[in-house]
């Protein structure tokens, strides 16, 4: 009798006793090899204060706004509504004045073809509510979530009349070696930010990149974006993933193949662009989009590569587009290495400073240290 007591108290205790769970397969971090304490440290004040945006919640909750610093709350009756502006597969939008500010509103359809996708837009603008970069269009207001069957609007800063899309189709604009350099910089910048505010844009393309009066540029329409997991760089627990697709020859290879998005997409995406900006065409041409979309993931297929010449500083910037375009996520520069290699390009100059590095009679300690700069940081790109 004792020792059958014994054999069910044994037994007893091992079924209360839980089986720890295997632990996690650790992934890349494609923000940065940086802990998450360090990280937010280079983060937007918004995003110090409320550090628990960037991390996994343990809550139910879904909406976006978890510890953000602000929430949609427009009251129509503060928007005065001018001429249309343009239009889309969600909306259309307007030039408009809020609180004595003159904005574009955008005013999503109350029929649409795809409910959930354009809810699911709809919410992705909400994202970047709290977003302060002079190189994003800055969201000002937006309607409650529980009122959105009623008409969504959201509010944006008004811009300008022109994007990028436009700007390379005219012939007349002149887009020289200086002013590509700072387009590129500013695009990075704004994906930079983007990136260590947890989101991901996922819909870059020159349409979506629109001028200021000051020919300095705004990256705008997150209706595509995805929140992200600081230490994965995927997609967190708060967002589902999305139905939305972006523009097919901007779209990353493990996308079209159906792999959760992570900000390594925007780079792909950042080096279409920066190629479009040299090339001054549109990826692919009229090519059939499923003939495109079979040859990008199984035959490596990208745009064609322009003749450089022996320009130093067109090779570079060459060498930085073909980097960001790789097949593999992990091969692709951060915007972080974007930054550095651009803000580096554009300390040095063009063509004749490139020229200067790369003369062997130039012996000036500051070409030395540009020299150290630029070799280590393509050096950190190509690992």
């Known amino acids: 009798m004792v020792a059958g007591e ?11 006793y839980k089986t720890p769970p295997d632990p996690p397969l650790k992934r890349r971090r494609t ?11 280079y983060c937007s004040p918004e995003v110090r204060r409320n550090s628990s945006f960037c991390s996994p919640s343990k809550s139910n909750v879904t909406s976006p706004f978890i510890n953000s ?6 009251s129509k009756e503060d928007v005065q509504l001018g001429t249309l502006l343009g239009f889309g597969g969600f909306g259309s939008v307007f030039h408009g004045v809020y609180k004595k500010r003159v904005v574009a509103v955008k005013i999503l359809h109350k029929i649409g073809k795809n409910k959930t996708a354009q809810f699911q837009s709809y919410k992705a603008e909400l994202r970047i509510l709290y977003f302060k970069s002079p190189y994003v269009v800055k969201s000002l207001n937006a309607t409650p979530l529980d009122r959105y069957d009623e008409g969504a609007w959201v509010v944006m800063e008004f811009v300008g009349h022109r994007n990028l899309q436009q700007l390379l189709n005219d012939p007349d604009e002149h887009m020289d070696q200086s002013r590509r350099l700072k387009f ?3 695009i990075a910048q704004a ?8 989101v991901v844009h996922l819909d870059l393309k020159p349409a979506n990149i629109f001028l200021t009066g000051n020919d300095d540029i705004k990256l705008g329409d997150f209706g595509c974006c995805q929140q992200i997991d600081l230490e994965t760089g995927i997609p967190s627990p708060l967002d589902e993933r999305s139905n939305l697709t972006g523009t097919f020859a901007y779209r990353a290879p493990e996308l079209l193949k159906g792999h959760a998005p992570t900000t390594q997409a925007d780079i792909y995406s950042f080096g279409i662009t920066s190629w479009q900006m040299f090339a001054r065409e549109n990826p692919y041409g009229d090519q059939n989009q499923h003939m495109v979309i ?15 010449k022996d320009d130093p500083f067109e090779s570079m ?3 930085l587009y073909t980097q960001c375009w790789r097949a593999l996520p992990e091969d692709r520069p951060t915007s972080g290495d974007l930054l550095n ?12 400073s490139y020229q200067q590095l790369h003369d062997k009679q130039t012996n000036s300690c500051l070409t030395d240290i540009h020299l150290y700069l630029y070799y280590s940081v393509m050096a950190c790109c190509t690992e």
């Not at 930010?193 to 947890?198: D, F, R, S, V």
């Open 6 to 16: 014994k054999l069910r108290r044994s037994l007893a205790s091992r079924q209360s």
């Open 341 to 352: 290699i651009l803000k580096l390009s554009k300390t040095m100059g063009i063509s004749s």
């Open 294 to 308: 079979f040859c990008v993931v199984s035959q490596n297929l990208r745009p064609s590569l322009p003749d450089v």
């Open 31 to 41: 923000i940065n090899s940086l802990t998450r304490d360090n990280l937010l440290r």
């Open 191 to 198: 994906l930079h930010y983007a990136h260590t505010n947890c």
């Open 184 to 186: 590129a910089l500013q």
């Open 69 to 74: 610093p602000n929430v949609p709350n427009l």
């Open 317 to 319: 910037y060459q060498d």
